[in-house]
T-cell receptor, first 116, second 111 residues
Framework: KAGVTQTPRYLIKTRGQQVTLSCSPISGHRSVSWYQQTPGQGLQFLFEYFSETQRNKGNFPGRFSGRQFSNSRSEMNVSTLELGDSALYLC???????????????FGAGSRLTVL | DQQVKQNSPSLSVQEGRISILNCDYTNSMFDYFLWYKKYPAEGPTFLISISSIKDKNEDGRFTVFLNKSAKHLSLHIVPSQPGDSAVYFCAASARGNMLTFGGGTRLMVKP
């Protein structure tokens, strides 16, 4: 069973540009979440999508947005990039149902964004 | 306001001995707790979890203990192996998929 796939794995952008990251969840997983990992702030929740709807949102500015498609694939976008947006962006998927294991997130390898 | 804290940034243990990683939380609404392991250049990998209705869950060499009154959980690894060397994150959720992570503890298991 294929895991969570994130593309691209590495990218370099300059301040002011925008970036789109892609995530393909595990087959059958309906929930996709995004996290940002930085050395100073650790792993922070960005947002969660379920059935093409944003279900939860973390404490990030509106420059960070996302969407989910009907096949559960998800994209996140960061506009007007700042130096502080340099981070590892992790996507995770889950069954999002009820019962044990429904809340267990399976993470992808991440997309490492460097903003110059 | 850090709702989940791992106060030890690093831990060094001899191979074969027990590793104990600790985690404290402040939010009483958390009802599900998880431990993840992370190697460099990889995403976190799920290790073990525990529901707030339990106080212990065991899976092979890994055991998680939950003390709700103290708002404290711990991960025990017995016996520790060099391949266990990684960064360990505890995480908590309150009725949903939004996980709040601790800052991580780097475990080094020496041969």
């Amino acid at each position: 069973k294929a895991g969570v796939t994130q593309t691209p794995r590495y990218l370099i952008k300059t301040r002011g540009q925008q970036v789109t990251l892609s995530c393909s969840p595990i087959s059958g997983h309906r929930s996709v979440s995004w996290y940002q990992q930085t050395p100073g702030q650790g792993l922070q929740f960005l947002f969660e999508y379920f059935s093409e709807t944003q279900r939860n949102k973390g404490n990030f500015p509106g420059r960070f947005s996302g969407r989910q498609f009907s096949n559960s694939r998800s994209e996140m976008n960061v506009s007007t990039l700042e130096l502080g947006d340099s981070a590892l962006y992790l996507c995770a998927s889950s069954l999002a149902g009820r019962g044990p294991g429904a809340n267990v997130l399976t993470f992808g390898a991440g997309s490492r964004l460097t903003v110059l | 306001d850090q709702q989940v804290k791992q106060n030890s940034p690093s831990l060094s243990v001899q191979e074969g001995r027990i590793s104990i990683l600790n985690c404290d939380y402040t939010n009483s609404m958390f009802d599900y707790f998880l431990w993840y392991k992370k190697y460099p250049a990889e995403g976190p990998t799920f290790l073990i979890s525990i529901s707030s209705i339990k106080d212990k869950n065991e899976d092979g060499r890994f055991t998680v203990f939950l003390n709700k009154s103290a708002k404290h959980l711990s991960l025990h690894i017995v016996p520790s192996q060099p391949g266990d060397s990684a960064v360990y994150f505890c995480a908590a959720s309150a009725r949903g998929n939004m996980l709040t992570f601790g800052g991580g503890t780097r475990l080094m298991v020496k041969p």
